[in-house]
């Protein structure tokens, strides 16, 4: 029998940190049952990632019955241009830059008789799903935020539930088997959000989901069936194919990720083994999240008076009140950068505090880690209020950046010891544990999200984009 080219697929990310990540981990996870992926995204974002991952530009890697190869795109702009400071005018650049680039990659390949079968994006970058479209090429989009999230813009874009308006700014929001109060809502949907470019890049994608082939989600049916269930009956295929960082299948390819920061501290993992188990605090804000100075010195003190061990990756810009490092001893550790797949899934961490970005909140149930909700804004409102009212694995520490609250230390101390011993602790780890286990039965061979991926794939193939053997 004559052998038959894979399946070509092309992924597309906005150049930051926190969305190349998860389609980067979906890029590994269509490679490893057989497709020919490609992953773009700026020459910047590139060279952040070549700093610490082994990535190579244009060189193809095998994993599993595929191959990965990145072929980074020039945006046209020097590293400290000041366009990228501002995202309006950057995602506009980037729009015209990245339209031309994806028509010509599209060109090449048709010409070379290796054609792209299928183009998948991302948040932020809408205008790759008019390029799909224009050339005659199917595409999904991965939706990085929760089946919830994506559910409350759906309805928002239809109109199909009431919002906060300006003449009605704190009514609540009805969401499948959910009530979200004003508060708890993305913020980037509020009347007084204060970055309205953000709500329209999102919004974006709700539009084009009419053409799509399917949306691709980083959850897992368990966790989120209401939603995945309601959003199927709007007319909209959606895939949960989550948690796509505890894939089994791309394990060996754990030394490909896309982090831009290198981890400041070789010791992280020795200094974890030195700790009893469940006994040590997580702290990390993301890459986005910048905490007022009032703010990072409450938590400090509060860690000081709880006693709790903890280790804390904390931003160059994010300074400590002086002498909290002569005070904590050998109980605490301060870093710039962690590993944090690694470090939740070690057994002497027993409690995460977490801005609630979706990668860290998946990350976490994925791991089996109670968790601290300290959510600044978007989806992170949304996120913590699941984690700790649906998924019953968190505390409420922190707020949205438009309460403008203080957290106080007495409230950090309270807060960390609730969460690391006594009855609620116990509460939040066997729910935890519960959420652990349902993430490894969806990603393990002919689990959910596995069954799905699969499901996807023959999609591509069903569109008779090219003619494959089965994989």
């Not at 089994?248 to 010791?267: E, L, R, T």
């Not at 490894?440 to 959910?448: C, P």
Request: hydrophobic fraction near 40%; proline fraction near 4%; charged fraction near 20%.
């Amino acid at each position: 029998m004559e052998s038959k080219a894979p399946i070509q697929i092309l992924l597309v990310s906005y150049p930051a940190q926190g969305h190349i990540n998860p389609l980067l981990r979906l890029a590994k996870c269509l490679a490893s049952k057989g497709s020919s992926i490609i992953f773009t995204t700026t020459k910047k974002a590139g060279k952040d990632m070549q700093t610490v991952s082994n990535i190579t530009n244009k060189t193809v890697t095998q994993i599993g019955n595929g191959s990965l190869t990145f072929d980074f795109f020039d945006d046209g702009l020097k590293d400290d241009d000041p366009i990228r400071a501002n995202l309006s005018d950057y995602t506009s650049h980037l729009e015209h830059a990245g339209k031309q680039y994806v028509s010509q990659l599209i060109k090449n390949h048709a010409e070379s008789k290796t054609p792209i079968s299928c183009i998948i994006n991302n948040i932020f970058i809408s205008w790759v799903c008019d390029v799909a479209t224009e050339n005659e090429i199917p595409f999904a989009i991965l939706w990085s935020e929760s089946s919830a999230v994506f559910t409350t813009y759906y309805n928002y874009f239809h109109k199909l539930v009431p919002f906060p308006s300006k003449t009605e700014p704190y009514i609540d929001v009805q969401l499948p088997s959910v009530i979200l109060k004003h508060n708890e809502i993305p913020d980037l949907l509020h009347p007084f959000n204060t970055y309205p470019v953000l709500g329209t890049l999102i919004l974006g994608q709700i539009k084009n989901l009419s053409k799509a082939l399917c949306v691709l989600v980083d959850s897992y049916e368990d966790l989120e069936h209401d939603f995945i269930d309601y959003i199927s009956k709007k007319s909209v295929i959606i895939r949960s194919i989550g948690p796509l960082f505890n894939n089994p299948k791309i394990k060996n390819a754990s030394n490909i990720h896309g982090d831009f920061v290198k981890s400041d501290d070789s010791n992280i993992i020795e200094w974890l083994n030195s700790k009893r188990e469940g006994s040590v605090v997580y702290i990390s804000f993301g890459t986005i999240v910048h905490l007022p100075k009032d703010q990072v010195n409450e938590i400090a003190y509060g860690l000081l008076d709880s006693q709790v061990s903890f280790l804390w990756a904390l931003k160059q810009d994010e300074d400590l009140h002086d002498g909290f490092l002569e005070g904590i001893s050998g109980r605490g550790k301060v870093v710039k950068w962690c590993p944090q797949v690694e470090v939740l899934a070690h057994p002497s961490v027993g409690c995460f505090i977490t801005h609630c970005g979706w990668n860290s909140t998946m990350e976490a149930l994925a791991s089996g880690v109670p968790v601290l909700a300290f959510p600044a804004w978007g989806d992170q409102l949304t996120n913590a209020k699941f984690l700790v009212d649906v998924f019953g694995v968190g505390i409420r520490m922190g707020y949205g950046r438009g309460e403008k609250k203080l957290v106080a230390r007495d409230d950090v101390k309270k807060c960390l010891l609730e969460a690391m011993e006594g009855k609620k602790a116990e509460e939040l780890k066997q729910n935890a544990m519960k959420w652990k286990k349902a993430a490894e039965d969806a990603v393990a061979g002919g689990g959910s999200s596995d069954r799905n991926l699969d499901a996807f794939v023959e999609d591509i193939k069903n569109c008779g984009a090219v003619n494959i053997q089965n994989i």
